[in-house]
C-alpha cells in the first residue's frame, strides 16, 4: 500500500508548500532545511512522516506478536552474558525488562561459570539518569592496567558518539569524589598512569578536525584544571583525529603512543618519548596491535617492501620494545604471520605471557595461540574448534593465560569456552551455552559463489529450509556490508531465526568486495572511484539466486545499516527491478555533501574526496543515490530508518533522500528514533520496536 496516501491532506500541503519555498532559495539542494537536526521545523516533518509509518505497520495483525518475540529474545535472562576480566573479577554490562539501559555488574569466574551465577550491581545506569536527569546510554569503560581498579566510563546522552568521561573506582563501586572529568564531546581519553591522562578533545570551541573530531592532545595530571592540561602533539584541522593510547603486557611493560590520523586508513604512528613524540618508522597503514612479551605486534594493511618481501598487506610483524623506544626512526620488524590466496587475519589479543590471533579461512573462522620463544620466535598451535562457523578470543586475562573463545553460525546457538592457553595441549571447556531461540531442525546453510562483472567469484551463505522448493517463490532477506575492510561471517540470532527463518523465510549473507574476508586487497578492489564494483557484486549475488531458483524479485529484500544503507540505497536506484523490498538504516545517502554532515568528512579514504577530486565528484554525481533518483521508474516501497542522535552518520541523509521521493510522488516508510545514536535504539524496548517494525514491512512485502 502507497503511504503517501495516509498523509492528512493539510499537512501534505503544508509540507510541499515549505519545500517549495525552500527550493526557491536553494534550488540545487532544496532540502538543506532538514540538515538542521534539531530544528523545530525538520522535527515537525519527522514526527509526521514516522506517525504514518507507524500507523500502518503497527496496526498490521503481525506486529505485536514480533515486538513481543523481538523484546523476549533481546532481554531473555539465558542469554551468555559477556564477561571482562577487571580487578580480579568478572565484569558484564547487562539489559533487560528491568534495565533498560544496563547494569554494569561483577561476580567471581567460579560464580560465572555456575549455571547461575551470583552478580553484584557495581553501576545501575537507569538509576544513574533517573536520579541526574539525563538519557544515559553506557559507551563502556576502560580501566587501568595492572590492577585494574581506577576506571574511565563513558556516558552519552541517547546513544550519541559524543560522551562524558569519569573515573570510577572499583573498590568503593562509585565515582571518584574530584575524580578525572571530561565533559561532553567527542573525546579520546587513555590512562598514561594513575595520576596522568592524555586527552584529545574540544579544548575551546572549534578545536575540531573538518571530521568533527578532536585534534590537539594534552596531558592532564590529577588535580589539575582541565584547563591547563599540558599540550604535548597538535595535528592539523584537515586530520580525520588525533589520539593517543597505551600498551601493557603482562610482564610491566608499557608503551604510550599517539596516532594522527591522516584519512580514515592511513595514520602516523609517533612514540610518545621523554623529550616529546618521535615519528615511528612503519608503514600508514599499519596499527600497533598489542604488546606481548616485550614484543610490539603490529598488524599490516598495506605491504612493507623496505622490511622485506615478505611482509605483504594483511601480514603479522613485531618490533622489539626496547630496540623500538631507542630508536623509533629505526625498527627492525619480524614477521609473524603471513596470509594465503583466502586467508585474513580476523582479530589479535593476548594474555599475560601469549599472543591470541584469530583468522579466516575461505570465511571461516580459525584461532591460534602463539607463545614467545627465545631469539623472538614463537611456537604456535591451533585450538580444536568446530569448523564452518565464526571463532574468535573474547575477553582475556592480563594477570593469568585464561581467554574466552567464542564460536556461533547462523544456527548453532553461541557457545563461550574458557581455556588457559599457557597449558599445554588445547583444552577447551564450554563456560556458558546459548539455549537455541529458534526452531533450526529443518534448515541448513550453504555456501555459494556468483561471478561479478568482472569475473570474479564472489562467495555468499544462504540459510533455508531443507525441503526448499525451487521456484521462485522463497521470501529471501540478503544483507552485506562492502566497507571499511569489515569481514562479515556467519552468526547467531535469535530474532532473525525465529522472526524470519522459523516463517518460511531465507536468509543470504554476501561476502562482497569492500569488506575485509580476503584481507586488504578485498578492500582495495572497491575504493573510491572503483567502488562500483562492490554494487556489481551485491547484485551478482542476487541475479545467481534467483538464476538457482531459490528466490525470485517478487520475494527477494534486501537489508544493511550505515555503509551498508548506502549500499541498499544504491542498489535501489540501480537496481529497482531485482528486489520488492529495501531496508535503508541508518544510512549514507548523500555522497556530494557528505563531507558537510556529521562526521562524513572523516571517511574520504573509504569514498574519495569530492571537494578535491573531479574524479570522485564525477562519480558520485552518477552513483549517490540522492542525486540519482528519477521519476518514472517503478521503485519498491522502501523501508528508511534512522535516528535523531546519530551523531556519525547523521539523520540528514535518510530524511533528504525520503523527501525527494515524496517529491517525486514516490511510496516509501519512513521511521526515525529519537534516540539511539548510530543503532537501532538506546534501550532493548526502542530496539525490539524498531526490529519488529522492520520485519513487519519484510513480511508485508514478501511474504503476502
Avoid at 600498551?247 to 592511513?266: C, E, K, P, S, V
Avoid at 533528504?656 to 517525486?664: Q, V
Amino acid at each position: 500500500m502507497s503511504m503517501m496516501r495516509l498523509m492528512p491532506a493539510a499537512l501534505l500541503l503544508s509540507i510541499v508548500a515549505s519545500s517549495a519555498a525552500t527550493a526557491q532559495s536553494s534550488a540545487d539542494d532544496p532540502y538543506l532545511w532538514l540538515e538542521d537536526v534539531g530544528s523545530p521545523r525538520a522535527m515537525d516533518w519527522v514526527n509526521a512522516h514516522n506517525a504514518r509509518s507507524v500507523a500502518v505497520l503497527e496496526s498490521d495483525r503481525r506486529y505485536s506478536t514480533l515486538y513481543a518475540q523481538a523484546l523476549e529474545i533481546a532481554s531473555a535472562k539465558d542469554r551468555i552474558p559477556a564477561p571482562t576480566f577487571a580487578h580480579g573479577e568478572i565484569y558484564n554490562f547487562w539489559q533487560d525488562a528491568d534495565h533498560l539501559r544496563g547494569i554494569w555488574r561483577k561476580t567471581s569466574l567460579a560464580d560465572y561459570k555456575s549455571a547461575t551465577p551470583h552478580w553484584t550491581t557495581v553501576l545501575d545506569v537507569d538509576a544513574l539518569g533517573k536520579t541526574e536527569g539525563k538519557s544515559w546510554v553506557f559507551e563502556g569503560a576502560d580501566c587501568l592496567a595492572p590492577d585494574q581498579k581506577r576506571c574511565l566510563i563513558s556516558l552519552s546522552e541517547g546513544g550519541e558518539d559524543a560522551a562524558e568521561v569519569r573515573e570510577f573506582d572499583l573498590d568503593t563501586g562509585s565515582f571518584v569524589a574530584n575524580g578525572f572529568h571530561v565533559p561532553r564531546a567527542k573525546t579520546n581519553v587513555a590512562w598514561e598512569d594513575v595520576d596522568h591522562l592524555l586527552i584529545s578533545t574540544e579544548w575551546t570551541p572549534g578545536d575540531l578536525t573538518a571530521s568533527g573530531y578532536p585534534y590537539i592532545l594534552k596531558r592532564l595530571t590529577r588535580g589539575q584544571p582541565l584547563a591547563t592540561a599540558t599540550e604535548i602533539y597538535r595535528g592539523t584541522k584537515t586530520d580525520v583525529a588525533v589520539s593517543a593510547a597505551v600498551q601493557h603486557d603482562g610482564h610491566g611493560n608499557t608503551f604510550a603512543y599517539l596516532q594522527r590520523g591522516i584519512d580514515f586508513f592511513h595514520s602516523e604512528t609517533l612514540v610518545l618519548t621523554p623529550n616529546g613524540p618521535v615519528k615511528l618508522a612503519i608503514p600508514q597503514k599499519a596499527n600497533i596491535a598489542e604488546l606481548v612479551d616485550g614484543r610490539l605486534i603490529l598488524s599490516l594493511d598495506e605491504a612493507w617492501p623496505a622490511a622485506g618481501p615478505s611482509f605483504v598487506a594483511g601480514a603479522l610483524a613485531q618490533l622489539d620494545l626496547a630496540a623500538t623506544k631507542a630508536d623509533p626512526a629505526h625498527p627492525k620488524p619480524r614477521l609473524i604471520w603471513s596470509p594465503g590466496p583466502r586467508e585474513s587475519l580476523a582479530g589479535v589479543s593476548s594474555t599475560r605471557d601469549m599472543l591470541l590471533v584469530s583468522t579466516l579461512d575461505n570465511v571461516r573462522g580459525r584461532a591460534w595461540v602463539y607463545a614467545p620463544q627465545a631469539g623472538g620466535g614463537w611456537n604456535v598451535r591451533k585450538l580444536d574448534l568446530p569448523d564452518n562457523l565464526t571463532v574468535g578470543f573474547g575477553a582475556t586475562d592480563m594477570k593469568s593465560n585464561l581467554a574466552f573463545v567464542s564460536a556461533s553460525g547462523f544456527l548453532t546457538p553461541s557457545k563461550l569456552y574458557l581455556t588457559d592457553v599457557g597449558a599445554s595441549g588445547n583444552a577447551l571447556s564450554v563456560a556458558k551455552s546459548l539455549a537455541a531461540k529458534f526452531d533450526a531442525s529443518g534448515d541448513v546453510v550453504e555456501q555459494r559463489e556468483a561471478i561479478s562483472t568482472d569475473g570474479t567469484r564472489i562467495p555468499y551463505f544462504v540459510v533455508h529450509r531443507k525441503d526448499i522448493t525451487l521456484d521462485g517463490n522463497t521470501p529471501t532477506l540478503m544483507t552485506a556490508y562492502g566497507g571499511f575492510q569489515a569481514s562479515e561471517t556467519p552468526y547467531y540470532s535469535g530474532a532473525q531465526g525465529k522472526l524470519w527463518l522459523e516463517r518460511g523465510g531465507a536468509f543470504v549473507l554476501a561476502n562482497i568486495r569492500g569488506g575485509g574476508e580476503f584481507g586488504p586487497r578485498w578492500h582495495e578492489a572497491g575504493l573510491g572511484v572503483k567502488r562500483q564494483i562492490i554494487y556489481d557484486d551485491f547484485a551478482a549475488v542476487a541475479r545467481d539466486l534467483i538464476a538457482r531458483k531459490i528466490t525470485s524479485p517478487r520475494r527477494l529484500g534486501i537489508q544493511g545499516g550505515s555503509n551498508g544503507g548506502l549500499l541498499m540505497g544504491v542498489e535501489f536506484v540501480q537496481h529497482p527491478e531485482l528486489w520488492n523490498a529495501v531496508v535503508i538504516q541508518v544510512p549514507l545517502l548523500d555522497m556530494i555533501r557528505i563531507s558537510k554532515i556529521a562526521a562524513g568528512a572523516s571517511w574520504q579514504g573509504e569514498y574519495g574526496d569530492v571537494n578535491a577530486d573531479p574524479a570522485v565528484m564525477a562519480f558520485w554525481r552518477k552513483t549517490s543515490p540522492y542525486q540519482n533518483l528519477k521519476t518514472g521508474v517503478a521503485y519498491p516501497e522502501p523501508f528508511i530508518f534512522t535516528t535523531t542522535k546519530d551523531d556519525r552518520v547523521g539523520p540528514q541523509h535518510a530524511r533528504k533522500f525520503a523527501a525527494r521521493m515524496e517529491e517525486m510522488k514516490l511510496p516509501f516508510y519512513y521511521y526515525e528514533n529519537t534516540e539511539g545514536g548510530h543503532g537501532a535504539g538506546a534501550d532493548l524496548k526502542q530496539a525490539a520496536r524498531t526490529t519488529a517494525l522492520t520485519m513487519t514491512y519484510l513480511q508485508r512485502k514478501l511474504m503476502d
